[in-house]
């Protein structure tokens, strides 16, 4: 099947001004000031997107797909995800991880669940362990998950400045991203080692320490929740300003918020104020995860969950309460974990690339269509495609 959008307004995500797109099965085949389709042919869906910007399908990479949490016991376990969880949220590709839990959430689990959602339409790739150090991987080696597994593109996530964490020193940190390093160099895949960054003061220590006493560069690291404080937000800038990647989380309760948490949107205009280049910032939903509030000794007072939907809201936000630009707040959600991940065909609008589109109402940013792999999943903000059990 073809299909073509018409006078749609062009962020892929750098602007491109009023174009036409033809979709030739699963990829971008022809990007056009104007195409004509054939006054016999029948074989096309035109897609009019007039009054609408049309940018890349978004990246999350970090969603935690088959459910997380479980720090307030077994109930507090938080289901998988549904495939219009991510849909909705204009998310095309996913990025799967497991975090505190790597006993009763495991790999084989991860990677079935990621192999489902593909199937169902969208893209998904994970990464292999979880929180603890030494990892737990499918193999048994970090590099034999990364060279022999085609969806396993990293490590993570590993926990650092957190009392949930194993506490890894930096010669343990070292080797495990030695393993990732070349298991990705072996492989032709980032091999990013993702790190969930906790509340402590120490920050980003370990990983500094690495990347001072050893050879490992620092953007084999991809630290995450750095707006989780003012403390951290400050860390995250100074770190990100020395040539490495940091991660805002979007999922967030009005209490985290209210306790000094920075909001997503408002940490990516902050991060640009202070020298950081957009190419080093991303944002993640941590969806599915549990939004666990703990008291000083660490004890469990309250539980939420992480949505997918909070990174297109994050996007918006940015966009319409930020002031930061449209290509700008693309790029942290599109070209940038495209890059950091190394996803070939992934976050831009570009011929060659895979068929992962949005199209949003250029006014109020309200999302009208998501195209992913060339097929239509959501149109006129409804669902038309939904998961195997969704109802």
């Known amino acids: 099947m073809l299909t073509l959008i018409k006078n749609g307004e062009l962020f892929g995500p750098e602007y491109m001004g009023q174009k036409d797109i033809l979709l030739v099965g699963k990829q971008i085949g022809f990007i056009e000031d104007k195409i004509d389709v054939p006054a016999n042919f029948v074989e096309i869906n035109v897609i009019d997107a007039s009054g609408q910007i049309v940018v890349p399908g978004f990246i999350d990479a970090h969603v935690h797909i088959i459910g997380g949490g479980g720090e307030g016991g077994y109930k507090t376990r938080t289901p998988e995800i549904q495939l219009t969880d991510a849909t909705l949220a204009g998310i095309t590709t996913l990025i799967g991880v497991i975090g505190t839990d790597g006993t009763t959430r495991t790999m084989p689990a991860l990677l079935a669940k990621a192999r489902a959602l593909e199937e169902e339409g969208i893209s998904c790739f994970v990464q292999t362990g979880s929180y603890q150090v030494p990892v737990k991987t499918l193999t048994g080696k970090i590099e034999d998950d990364l060279i022999l597994v085609d969806k396993i593109i990293g490590v993570g996530e590993i926990a650092i400045a957190d009392h949930r964490s194993s506490q890894p020193t930096a010669a343990e940190l070292a080797k495990l991203a030695s393993q990732a390093r070349n298991g990705g160099l072996l492989s032709g895949k980032s091999g990013i080692v993702n790190i969930h960054v906790g509340d402590s003061l120490d920050h980003l220590r370990v990983i500094e320490e690495v990347v001072e006493t050893t050879e490992i560069p620092i953007t084999q690291f991809y630290p995450t929740h750095i707006n989780r404080n003012p403390h951290l937000f400050n860390a995250g800038v100074e770190y990100a300003k020395k040539g490495g990647y940091i991660d805002f989380t979007t999922s967030t309760i009005q209490k985290f918020l209210e306790e000094g948490e920075v909001k997503a949107s408002t940490a990516i205009k902050m991060a640009l104020e202070k020298g950081v280049e957009i190419g080093q910032i991303t944002i993640t939903s941590d969806g599915q995860a549990s939004l666990p509030d703990f008291d000083d000794s660490g004890n469990l007072r309250g539980l939420n969950i992480g949505t997918c939907k909070s990174l297109y809201d994050c996007v918006v936000d940015a966009i319409l309460e930020d002031g930061v630009t449209i290509p700008n707040a693309l790029r942290v959600v599109t070209e940038n974990p495209a890059n950091i991940l190394k996803l ?20 109020t940013l309200e999302m009208n269509s998501v195209i992913a792999m060339g097929q239509i999943m959501v149109k006129d903000g409804q669902a038309v495609v939904k998961g195997t059990f969704e109802r």
């Open 344 to 363: 070939s065909t992934k976050g831009q609008l570009a011929v060659g690339k895979d068929a992962d589109i949005i199209m949003m109402k250029k006014k």
